[in-house]
T-cell receptor, first 111, second 111 residues
Framework: QKEVEQNSGPLSVPEGAIASLNCTYS??????FFWYRQYSGKSPELIMF????GDKEDGRFTAQLNKASQYVSLLIRDSQPSDSATYLC???????????FGTGTRLKVLA | SQTIHQWPATLVQPVGSPLSLECTVE??????LYWYRQAAGRGLQLLFY??????ISSEVPQNLSASRPQDRQFILSSKKLLLSDSGFYLC??????????FGDGTRLSIL
């Protein structure tokens, strides 16, 4: 059973701090990695995707991938109350059609 | 640019009634299409996916079915709804190993 695991949280950080969200996956054949943000009652919204080992930055967001250790993380710099949401990690193996989602980490940014 | 439309946004149905949810994608050809269900406070459960017209893969045996009558149209159906069918239904599309993109979802309540 291919799995993606995330700490359910809530992860509470003060406004302006760095929020660090982590995700581990079981399938070593995984090639594509995604982070989604989901506000309560809304659909998931893509934030970042990463395919290669290392860091990928987009604005306040940085995705980090370590395939040897099978983890992917999302850093949110200068966290804002509007970042409070559930963050879903998703993983896809090349040649398959299914995306495996974690159950999400709830982030609370305290003003 | 690509867009995904999903309707209705909210639906209240009695137990035993039929269901039809529709999803259409614009701006891309031959997308992979997906139906997910999300129970309150839970992760995404993959129900069906389709890689082409008339091709449906079922992930969870239940009283739901899916059809893809046209390249960019995906329909989720049921002949008789159960109380356990309540949830937030999400349609998504993707191409190859690119990220999935979600519709706005349908919140289904069964009475």
């Amino acid at each position: 059973q291919k799995e993606v695991e995330q700490n359910s949280g809530p992860l509470s950080v003060p406004e302006g701090a760095i929020a660090s969200l982590n995700c581990t996956y079981s399938d070593r054949g995984s090639q594509s990695f995604f982070w989604y943000r989901q506000y309560s009652g809304k659909s998931p919204e893509l934030i970042m995707f990463i395919y290669s080992n290392g860091d990928k930055e987009d604005g306040r967001f940085t995705a980090q991938l370590n395939k040897a250790s099978q983890y992917v993380s999302l850093l949110i710099r200068d966290s804002q109350p509007s970042d409070s949401a559930t963050y879903l990690c998703a993983v896809k193996t090349s040649g398959t059609y299914k995306y495996i989602f974690g159950t999400g980490t709830r982030l609370k940014v305290l003003a | 640019s690509q867009t995904i439309h999903q309707w209705p946004a909210t639906l209240v149905q009695p137990v035993g009634s039929p269901l039809s949810l529709e999803c259409t994608v614009e701006g891309t050809s031959n997308p992979n299409l997906y139906w997910y269900r999300q129970a309150a406070g839970r992760g995404l459960q993959l129900l069906f996916y389709s890689v082409g017209i008339g091709q449906i893969s079922s992930e969870v045996p239940q009283n739901l079915s899916a059809s893809r009558p046209q390249d960019r149209q995906f329909i989720l159906s049921s002949k008789k709804l159960l109380l356990s069918d309540s949830g937030f239904y999400l349609c998504a599309w993707s191409v190859s190993d690119q990220p999935q993109h979600f519709g706005d979802g349908t919140r289904l309540s069964i009475l």
